[in-house]
């Protein structure tokens, strides 16, 4: 009896996964709201008008690149793959967040992804969209991109199946395609309600179009339950498998410091790492501004500090092995790109990433630190500094120093390198602005099943105080 | 409240889908077939030049050789003009008031070149020598065609790196012996016809084996991006 009480006030202690005052009708008419709100907040024009400049930018970095060529970046021999492939792989990890808890977090029924699953999902398009700019900027001749596909060409070639660059156009289309029908497929019900709920002609006929003639029959939620659990099964794999190719990009290379077999495992939990750690940095602020504590509540916060902490462990073991393999490797080039990598002309780096991926993360263990909003922000900005730092390790230290002394080099961003990576950003959170403005960040149907679903429980344990009273 | 849509929205609707579909697949056979197309490699149109220089007349009417004028066609990697002088060999004595070869009597006369428009012009970023190709019996018509029954000159295939690799992957198919090189008429061995001289060939499959062999065509290198992307 005392057992059975202990374990209900654990339960207790939990803050809900929605507010209790929120209903089937108020849910809807709150997330719809804000974008068909005829009152534009005034800090959103803000927002807008910060990332469009900065979105210039990297247009502006991007046109120049195009006009001067690769040269205008760092890179050069031995560290031909500087800033490029560093954003391009960050990026990606970002994204993977999103596919998680839209496809993992579903077939395992955890309900709280509700909440966050369509805003993540967006992230991870945008993340994926700024994500594929970087490698085939990094071709040098952009506009002939399209030699990366396999189709009769008349040159008579195929691509290079050996070659790390075709595996990623594979991986990394396929997962923009998967996430985007995933993405569109969870969005057509709620399309259909914005189409019911708007007043104005214009977008009756916009999210008319876009709900595909959705009328919310049973036969229609039947076909999509099954629809939206397949795509959820096919966008399984691809949470690891996407990471994985670009983790063996490295690993493919005869180069110490990345021919290792721990990469794709680690690389993995590293993705899912910072993707949560920009999903927490974005919905933090986003549900103060909006109002949306009770639908977004302590709650999602606690668990996605709790995914952090766990994925960022695995990381913390992944550098572990890399160390202890160098030493027990005993291999001359291993032991020294490892020492090179603590103790080099980088080792800022090295040591900026274990404070950021380890240190910080730790602290993630409290509970006061996962259900404090602020802290959890600050702790996810600096998760997201140390995964690029740890691509920026990866990618640099070990380049830098060739298997000749007299192949060594440094490397340094240039100022084009850093327009490129800053705008990359500006234009994500263009992205983001815009989507939060016109479609629903949160899903209402899945709310709305939520909400109900809570309201049952929460009428039955009412009857039952009431008998027992 | 009225209906967003009329009824007929749902045919567009579908029909939209199979569009789409017929849409980009349209878009790839038209972009496929321009970039095979002489728009694109200027197969088969005849360039304007100063003088209406005829290959069928001096050739076959006359029986001119390739080498007369392409002299340097078998040691170097151009083939090689005609300086003026050459044409004048003949034209000093025949055909010297022709009005057609004004332009030539004036380039002999000031010591100006002839300016002909090229033919057969390869990216910068290929590099082709004429005299390994002769040396290893690639006939003149197999790639520039038969020059002999062209009027004025055009050129014969697309010159895109898939017609060159056609051979280079396989050119058993296209070698003939090295005496047939500048035969304009030559035609492959065949049964009734068996080249003697050549390993008893019976077929262009049989002479491009032993030719291969013969004059150490390395099919393992010439491949090699290296070979023409130097």
């Not at chain 1, 180069?255 to 680690?266: D, L, N, Q």
């Not at chain 1, 000749?404 to 959170?429: C, E, H, K, R, V």
């Not at chain 2, 321009?34 to 050739?59: C, I, L, M």
Request: charged share 15%; hydrophobic share 45%.
């Amino acid at each position: 009896m005392a057992g059975e009480q202990k374990i209900r006030r654990t339960a207790d202690m939990l803050p809900p996964v929605v507010a209790p005052q929120y209903t089937v009708g108020s849910v809807s008419d709150k997330i719809s709201g804000i974008v068909l709100t005829k009152k534009t907040p005034r800090p959103w024009y803000f927002g807008v008008a910060l990332a469009m400049v900065v979105s210039l930018m990297l247009f502006n970095a991007i046109g120049y690149l195009l006009l001067k060529g690769v040269g205008v970046w760092g890179v050069d021999v031995p560290v031909a793959w500087g800033f490029a492939i560093v954003n391009f792989v960050w990026w990606i990890g970002i994204g993977h967040a999103g596919t998680l808890i839209s496809a993992i977090l579903l077939l395992l029924k955890q309900e709280w992804r509700t909440s966050i699953n369509r805003f993540a999902e967006a992230m991870t398009l945008f993340a994926v969209a700024c994500a594929g700019m970087f490698p085939l900027l990094h071709l040098g001749r952009p506009w002939v991109f399209y030699w990366l596909f396999p189709y009769p060409d008349t040159m008579g070639l195929w691509p290079q199946w050996r070659s790390p660059l075709v595996w990623d156009v594979f991986a990394v289309s396929t997962y923009a395609t998967v996430s985007l029908l995933f993405w569109y497929v969870g969005l057509i019900p709620d399309l259909a309600t914005l189409r019911d709920k708007a007043q104005n002609r214009i977008a009756q006929v916009i999210y008319g179009i876009g709900s595909l003639g959705w009328r919310g029959s049973a036969m229609h939620w039947h076909r999509y339950e099954i629809a939206y659990l397949l795509l959820g099964g096919l966008a399984t794999p691809l949470v690891v498998s996407v990471h994985s190719i670009v983790g063996m990009d490295f690993a493919g290379g005869i180069v110490p410091g990345w021919h290792s077999t721990i990469f794709p495992p680690y690389f993995v939990a590293g993705a899912i790492f910072s993707g949560f750690a920009m999903v927490a940095t974005l919905t933090i602020p986003l549900r103060k501004w909006y109002g949306l504590e009770g639908i977004i509540t302590i709650r999602h916060l606690d668990n996605m500090g709790k995914i952090m902490l766990a994925t960022g462990l695995i990381v913390a073991y992944g550098y572990a092995m890399e160390v202890f393999i160098g030493y027990y490797s005993d291999n001359t080039y291993e032991w020294f790109m490892t020492t090179n990598r603590m103790f080099g002309p980088y080792a800022w780096a090295y040591w900026m990433l274990i404070f950021c991926n380890i240190l910080t993360p730790i602290t993630l263990w409290s509970r006061k630190v996962r259900t404090t909003p602020i802290i959890l922000f600050v702790i996810s900005i600096i998760i997201n500094v140390g995964m690029w730092m740890e691509r920026y390790v990866i990618v640099i230290t070990s380049l830098h120093r060739d298997f000749l002394p007299s192949s060594w080099g440094m490397y340094a961003g240039t100022q084009w390198d850093w327009m490129t990576y800053l705008g990359t950003l500006g234009f994500f959170a263009l992205c983001l602005i815009l989507f939060i403005r016109v479609l629903p960040m949160i899903s209402m149907f899945e709310m709305r099943q939520l909400v109900s679903q809570y309201r049952e429980d929460a009428g039955t344990s009412a009857q039952v105080a009431l008998q027992e009273d | 409240m009225p209906q967003i849509f009329h009824s007929s929205a749902n045919t567009i609707a579908k029909a939209s889908i199979f569009g789409a579909v017929f849409l980009v697949g349209a878009i790839a056979w038209v972009a496929g077939s321009v970039q095979r197309s002489p728009y694109t490699t200027d197969q088969g149109v005849v360039r304007d030049q100063p003088v209406p220089f005829s290959h069928e007349h001096h050739v076959r009417g006359l029986g001119i050789d390739c080498r007369y004028c392409h002299t340097s066609v078998e040691d170097s990697s151009f083939a090689g003009l005609p300086p003026t002088q050459t044409c004048m060999t003949c034209h000093s004595q025949i055909w010297t008031n022709a009005q057609i070869l004004e332009p030539v009597r004036q380039s002999f006369a000031t010591g100006k070149p002839l300016r002909w428009t090229r033919v057969h012009n390869l990216p910068n970023f290929v590099y082709f020598n004429h005299s390994v190709h002769i040396a290893k019996g690639v006939g003149c018509a197999t790639c520039h065609g038969q020059v002999d029954r062209m009027p004025l000159m055009w050129q014969h295939a697309t010159l895109q790196m898939v017609w060159c690799l056609q051979c280079h992957r396989d050119p058993e198919k296209y070698l003939r012996p090295r005496s047939e090189v500048f035969n304009m008429n030559w035609q492959p061995p065949t049964p009734e016809h068996p080249d003697v001289a050549h390993g008893n060939a019976t077929s262009q499959l049989e002479l491009g084996k032993f030719l291969v062999k013969e004059y150490g065509v390395r099919k393992d290198q010439i491949t090699n991006c290296s070979v023409c992307h130097r």
